[in-house]
C-alpha cells in the first residue's frame, strides 16, 4: 500500500511527520496480528533506515522503536555510534564475508546467512553466540541473495558446524509485485520452510532446535499479507521514513 500524498518534501523527516508514520504502521501491524491466519505472539517491526538520516531514526527511538535494520556495513558504521546504544540492530542486507567481522558480536540478528564463507568468517570473529536466519530466496531471483528453500538443509548442516551461530528462522524477500497478494505463496513457501526445517533440526541437532522459530518477512508493500502468514519480524523502510532518495 503506498501512502496517498507523501512527497519527497522539507517536512518528510519531521517529528510530526515521523510519529504519524509510526502510528499507522503500528496500527496497521495490530489489525493484522488481530487477524491473522498463522503464527502467535508479537510481531518485531525492525525499522529500515537505509539512506535516510540519523536524526529521523533518532526520532523513531524517541517514539519507542527499538529494532533498526542496517543494510549496509559502511552506513552502518558511520550510523550506529550516533544512536543510542541500547538498539536492536538487524544485519538485512546482502553480507560480504570480508565484511562480517564488523559485524560479529555487534549487531543482534544477521538475517542474511546464505552460504559457507559469511557463515564461517561470522562464527570466527565471533566470541559471543550470534542469531542468525537463513535466507531463503523466493521466486528463484538470479540477483539477490538467500538459497532455495529446497537448498536449506544443506544449508543448515553447514552452519551446524560452527558453534557461535545460532540459528534462530529465517528471511525471505519476494520478487517486487504491485499487488501484496501476490506475495502470499512465497510468504507461504517460507512458512512451510521453516516448518520443514524444525523437524529436521529436531531430528538431527536437537539441542538445536529451541528458539528456531522466526520468520522475518513482509516490507512497506506486503507486511500485512506477510503477519497473516505467520511472519514474526516485518522489516519496514518506506512506510515508516517516506521514499528513499535512491533505491537499491
Ligand atoms: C530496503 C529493505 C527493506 C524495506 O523496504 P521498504 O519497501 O522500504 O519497506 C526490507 N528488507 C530489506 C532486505 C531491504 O533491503
Do not use: C
Not at 524444525?198 to 520468520?215: F, I, N, S
Amino acid at each position: 500500500m503506498r501512502i496517498s500524498g507523501e512527497h519527497v518534501s522539507e517536512d518528510q523527516y519531521s517529528k510530526e511527520s515521523m510519529q504519524r508514520r509510526l502510528r499507522d504502521v503500528r496500527t496497521r501491524i495490530e489489525r493484522a496480528v488481530d487477524h491473522r491466519e498463522h503464527g502467535e505472539g508479537e510481531v518485531e517491526l525492525v525499522a529500515v533506515g537505509k539512506t535516510h538520516p540519523v536524526e529521523a531514526m533518532q526520532q523513531l527511538y524517541n517514539a519507542g522503536v527499538r529494532s533498526f535494520g542496517a543494510s549496509y556495513v559502511q552506513e552502518w558504521q558511520r550510523k550506529a555510534p550516533r544512536l543510542p546504544d541500547d538498539i536492536r540492530w538487524h544485519f538485512i542486507g546482502r553480507l560480504q564475508s570480508n565484511k562480517a567481522k564488523y559485524i560479529a558480536d555487534e549487531v543482534d540478528l544477521v538475517h542474511s546467512v546464505d552460504r559457507k564463507s559469511v557463515s564461517k568468517r561470522l562464527n570466527r570473529r565471533s566470541e559471543e553466540p550470534m542469531d542468525v536466519l537463513l535466507q531463503v530466496n523466493l521466486g528463484d531471483q538470479p540477483t539477490k541473495g538467500g538459497v532455495k528453500s529446497d537448498k536449506l538443509e544443506g544449508l543448515m548442516d553447514l552452519v551446524a558446524n560452527y558453534p557461535k551461530l545460532r540459528v534462530r528462522g529465517l528471511m525471505g524477500m519476494p520478487p517486487y509485485s504491485e499487488d501484496p497478494e501476490d506475495n502470499r505463496k512465497y510468504f507461504r513457501e517460507l512458512r512451510r520452510a521453516l516448518g520443514r526445517l524444525q523437524d529436521y533440526v529436531e531430528q538431527k541437532y536437537p539441542d538445536r532446535r529451541e528458539g528456531l522459530e522466526e520468520l522475518s518477512m513482509g516490507m512497506t508493500n506486503d507486511f500485512e499479507v506477510a503477519i497473516d502468514e505467520g511472519a514474526t519480524i516485518v522489516r519496514v523502510g518506506t512506510a515508516l521514513f517516506g521514499p528513499r532518495s535512491y533505491d537499491d
